[in-house]
């Protein structure tokens, strides 16, 4: 069966755990956990995968299109305002209907944080059915190992 007027993306992110950053942001919720992720931007891994699945759907190639990691304005830049940014070049033309994420991430322990994130994203994905999981590496170097934190999401868009 077809179902014309649905588009669906997928997104991709990895990020290199630091101690440089102290500040670990996942879909614009910040954990104090003594660490944060190696990135041009805030490296909110869950945020550009959401974002780059919203731009496949699309047809909007991804992220890296619009904030090139050598350009100024992609230095330090909150990825709550890339996620913006791209959600704007979507409007009047797509209506974002849900988001499917999985976080990979063999420290910290996100169980506890899973509703503070899932509350988090939906003030900057407004009224979207949003579906976090989280998983551990099973200390496996699966997904660039254990000093890594990754993320899948798939993003469904419906035409206006």
């Not at 879909?27 to 731009?55: P, R, W």
């Not at 047809?59 to 709550?80: C, H, Q, V, W």
């Amino acid at each position: 069966m077809v179902m014309s007027g649905f588009r669906v993306g997928l997104g991709f992110d990895l990020h290199k755990i630091t101690k440089r950053k102290k500040i670990l942001v996942l879909g614009g919720y910040k954990i104090n956990c003594g660490f944060g992720l190696e990135a041009v931007s805030d490296g909110d891994v869950l945020l550009h995968a959401v974002t780059d699945a919203i731009c496949g759907a699309a047809g909007l190639g991804d992220i890296g299109d619009y904030f090139r990691p050598e350009a100024k304005k992609s230095k330090n830049i909150n990825s709550k305002k890339i996620a913006a940014y791209v959600l704007n070049k979507i409007s009047g033309k797509y209506r974002l209907v849900n988001i499917d994420i999985t976080l990979v991430a063999e420290r910290p322990k996100l169980f506890a944080h899973k509703k503070s994130i899932v509350s988090a994203l939906g003030r900057v994905f407004k009224e979207v059915d949003i579906n976090l999981k989280v998983k551990s590496k099973e200390q496996t170097q699966a997904l660039g190992g254990v000093d890594t934190i990754s993320c899948l999401a798939v993003a469904l868009l419906s035409k206006r």
